[in-house]
C-alpha cells in the first residue's frame, strides 16, 4: 500500500513550475548565452590583438636588428679603409689631414645613422601600436 507521505506514490500531486518563473529562467538563460557569445567574440578579437602586435613587433625588431648590422659592417668596412690610407700616409700633415677627413665622416655617418634608427624605432612604435589602437576602438565603441 502506497501512504501518503511517500514521495514516489502516484498519489503524490506533480509539481508545476508557474508561467512566471519559467519565462523568467528562460530570459535568464537567454541572456547568459547572449553574455558568453559576446564574452568568447572579445576574448577571440583580444587573442588577434595580442597576435598582430607580437607579430608587428617581431617584425620592427627585426628590421632594427637588420639596420643595425648593416651600420656595424659599414663603420667597421670604414674602420679599414681609414687604417689602409692611414698606414699609406708619407707625412706627419698628410696622416693629420687623413685623420681629421676620418673623423669629420664618421661623425657625419653616427648623426645620419641616430636618425635613421631614431626614424625606425618610432615607426615600429607605430607599428606595434596599431592593433592595440584599432582592438579598443572595437571594444570601447560608443553605445547606439
Same mark, same amino acid.
Not at 9 to 20: D, H, W
Not at 21 to 32: D, I, L, P, T
Not at 44 to 65: D, L, P
Not at 105 to 118: G, H, M, R, S, Y
Given at each position: 500500500?502506497?501512504?501518503t507521505n511517500?514521495?514516489?506514490?502516484?498519489?503524490?500531486?506533480?509539481?508545476e513550475?508557474?508561467?512566471?518563473v519559467?519565462?523568467?529562467?528562460?530570459k535568464g538563460v537567454?541572456?547568459?548565452r547572449?553574455n !558568453?557569445?559576446k564574452?568568447?567574440e572579445?576574448?577571440?578579437?583580444?587573442?588577434?590583438t595580442?597576435?598582430?602586435?607580437f607579430?608587428?613587433a617581431?617584425?620592427?625588431?627585426?628590421? !632594427?636588428?637588420?639596420k643595425m648590422?648593416?651600420?656595424?659592417?659599414a663603420?667597421?668596412?670604414?674602420g679599414?679603409?681609414?687604417?689602409?690610407?692611414?698606414v699609406?700616409v708619407k707625412s706627419?700633415?698628410?696622416?693629420?689631414?687623413?685623420?681629421?677627413?676620418?673623423?669629420?665622416?664618421?661623425?657625419?655617418t653616427?648623426?645620419?645613422?641616430?636618425?635613421?634608427?631614431?626614424e625606425l624605432?618610432?615607426?615600429?612604435?607605430?607599428d606595434?601600436?596599431e592593433?592595440?589602437?584599432?582592438?579598443?576602438?572595437?571594444?570601447?565603441?560608443?553605445?547606439a
Amino acid at each position: 500500500m502506497a501512504t501518503t507521505n511517500d514521495p514516489f506514490s502516484s498519489s503524490v500531486i506533480p509539481f508545476e513550475v508557474p508561467e512566471q518563473v519559467r519565462a523568467f529562467a528562460e530570459k535568464g538563460v537567454s541572456q547568459a548565452r547572449d553574455n !558568453y557569445a559576446k564574452f568568447k567574440e572579445a576574448a577571440q578579437s583580444g587573442n588577434g590583438t595580442i597576435e598582430a602586435v607580437f607579430g608587428a613587433a617581431s617584425k620592427g625588431a627585426h628590421a !632594427y636588428s637588420s639596420k643595425m648590422l648593416d651600420f656595424v659592417q659599414a663603420n667597421t668596412n670604414a674602420g679599414f679603409d681609414f687604417m689602409q690610407e692611414l698606414v699609406s700616409v708619407k707625412s706627419l700633415s698628410q696622416a693629420t689631414e687623413v685623420w681629421s677627413s676620418h673623423t669629420r665622416k664618421q661623425v657625419e655617418t653616427f648623426a645620419a645613422q641616430a636618425k635613421e634608427l631614431a626614424e625606425l624605432a618610432q615607426k615600429v612604435a607605430i607599428d606595434t601600436a596599431e592593433p592595440i589602437k584599432a582592438g579598443a576602438s572595437k571594444v570601447f565603441q560608443p553605445a547606439a
